[in-house]
């Protein structure tokens, strides 16, 4: 069986190292002249792909998958459409299409009766903020990932600004949402599996840390999370997988105010904040993801003890005498560039005072 | 850093895909024209070598390794000391060279007070049953592996029709040990990593159940085995690999008498009975041998509930609906013959009924 992944970054590396062991092959379409592909060297064929290209011939150069699925949700839909002529694509393109565009979130979330913090879309940034009121915060409805694309506005001189800087760009670039700055108490997300036929396994909820917009650290389960609050974020996951009929991992990830979640976005895809499954659950994320889109029985999700994840961002590979008994290295063989998420250890341990400690040692062992 | 393994088989192949989230690189050495290298293929470098090649020629065509191992113990050994000019070799040449002859290995833990069943070597098989009384077990000092170039003698006439068929045989297929038959109740081995330091970590005693030879499946820890046999089998370990100075993954297998461990052979390397480690324990026996040899801490050795292992020997690729959410299948990719080892399912559970469940359900799948 083979499957072949849109993207050649670190999720299309470590999905494939997932699926090896099983017998399963992989390629990897290149759909955005990504000069660097070095983190699937030895994977698998690297196919490059741009519009106008014809699907068969794709499809051919990748071999004839048997499935295909997406690491990103930042690409033209028109690629998954017309290799759907030839096999089954997972997650299915509408699914993908909704996740990346935030307004269309918004419209599923409405939808759904899933709550998120207050919005308006189409209008002037001076109406918004007459609307919502400030501070309020301004996210691109495409491209925003890693803090990238957003602002937040606590000024009416702020909203001016960037009304000006707005003018001189293109329509996409000035497409966006108003949201109401929510005072969360902190960030968690929702990492599941479901299958072709509708079963689905939830990992526990994840705490995660963030720097200047960039993920820095998960903590799973999510420290004091209450068996409501996960039954909550496991419905309101049930319900939009449900409802894009999906099949494959989703990630969903919240503000947490009290007892209420509010969604901040979903990624139709395997998830950096699902990294630390990878030791501290019995089937990793993507192992599930590759079960769920070939029709394998998905894996268990149970874990023993406590787990978490520090990113390494832009920085060089860590000394390997920085590894621990309870750690594990993943490095994804890119070239390192400042800002670039570059690898990942995860830590795994007995309960969640010895896991601050040994990822905190970590942390100051970087810094050192 | 990288690392040249010699053997290019599934061995070869679980420690690179243990190895490259770590971003380590790997390189193989096929040291026996074995046609079949598909076990390796996209991993890294395959490089040919028979005695008389230069070894600086095939250090720079390995990519200058920082470290050598070995996948197997039946090799030339030769080929060891002429790398150690270049770079550390772990194991070291002799533990590969004392565990690749039976009658070395009897020697060895006969000087550490290491109880094996009574044998005679370098006697004419007559002599043999005169000391050790039938049934007796003639093993080969060298290539027995799976149940080959093993003979049960139960009666005289055995033991003449083996003696002409020795006699018209080279030396080397003459140089054998001959064995009491040990009446034991089981098989189990202890496999264990050395680190470089000489810091260890032990799996636990792993049950082992044979067909016609060959490993056919694995259950850990071993049920019922008390903590007294578990400590003796790490306190003789731990004196063997001392004793070699070894670094890297050592298993010793054992027969059990009752509360007596009897040695029945060492292997300088991973070992099948220790694949259950990749469901089973915080840290694979891959992951640690490679930890070991390179001077990484040694991964936990922890575990929760219980796990198991069936080989799949000269078998198709079992279909993907076998697996169940406890169960992962490691193929090998290799071409299918009879009697080969060709991948193995690794097994999880709460405890030894639901594991035994799992396992005999998925035996009798492959069966029907």
């Known amino acids: 069986m083979r499957i072949a992944i849109v993207g050649c970054g670190q999720l299309s590396r470590m999905l494939a190292l997932a699926g090896i062991p099983m017998g399963l092959k992989f390629s990897f379409i290149n759909d955005n002249a990504q000069p660097d592909t070095t983190c699937v060297d030895g994977l698998g064929k690297v196919v490059a792909w741009q519009p106008g290209d014809e699907f068969s011939a794709l499809y051919a150069a990748l071999g004839e998958p048997d499935v295909v699925t997406v690491e990103k949700e930042q690409m033209n839909v028109e690629l998954l459409i017309g290799l759907q002529a030839f096999c089954p694509v997972h997650p299915n393109p509408d699914a993908v299409k909704v996740c990346q565009d935030r307004h269309q979130e918004r419209l599923l ?3 759904l009766n899933i709550p998120c913090a207050g919005y308006v879309y ?3 940034l001076d109406v918004c903020a007459e609307k919502l009121s400030l501070p309020m915060v301004i996210k691109s409805c495409r491209d925003g990932y890693d803090g990238k694309n957003q602002w937040v506005l606590k000024t009416p001189a702020e909203v001016m600004a960037l009304e000006a800087e707005f003018a ?9 949402i108003a949201e109401q700055f929510v005072p969360f108490d902190r960030e968690v997300s929702q990492v599941s599996a479901r299958a072709v036929n509708g079963d689905m396994r939830h990992y526990p909820l994840t705490e995660n840390r963030h720097d200047k917009g960039i993920l820095k650290q998960s903590i799973a389960p999510a420290p004091g999370a ?4 996960q039954q909550l974020a ?3 996951m049930a319900s939009i997988a449900s409802e894009l009929d999906y099949a494959g991992v989703l990630a969903v990830e919240f503000f947490v105010c009290g007892e209420q979640l509010l969604v901040n976005e979903l990624a139709p895809r395997v998830h950096n904040s699902g990294h630390w499954t990878q030791s501290g659950s019995d089937s990793c994320q993507f192992e ?3 079960r769920a889109i070939t029709g394998i029985a998905l894996g268990s999700t149970a874990m023993s003890g406590v787990a978490g994840m520090v990113n390494l961002i832009g920085t060089e590979k860590p000394a390997l005498s920085t590894l621990t008994a309870d750690s594990k290295l993943h490095w994804y063989d890119k070239s ?6 570059l690898g990942h250890m995860n830590f795994k341990a007995a309960n ?6 040994g990822m905190s040692g970590f942390s100051r062992s970087l810094e050192g």
Chains 1, 2 share one sequence.
């Open 352 to 357: 969640t005072d010895l896991l601050l400690a």
């Open 109 to 111: 979330l409405d939808k």
């Open 122 to 124: 189409g209008e002037p």
């Open 288 to 290: 599930n993801h590759l």
């Open 168 to 176: 001189g760009q293109q329509p996409l670039n000035r497409d966006y």
């Open 336 to 341: 390192v560039r400042p800002g670039r998420k």
């Open 234 to 236: 496991q419905q309101h």
């Open 226 to 229: 209450s068996d409501q609050l």
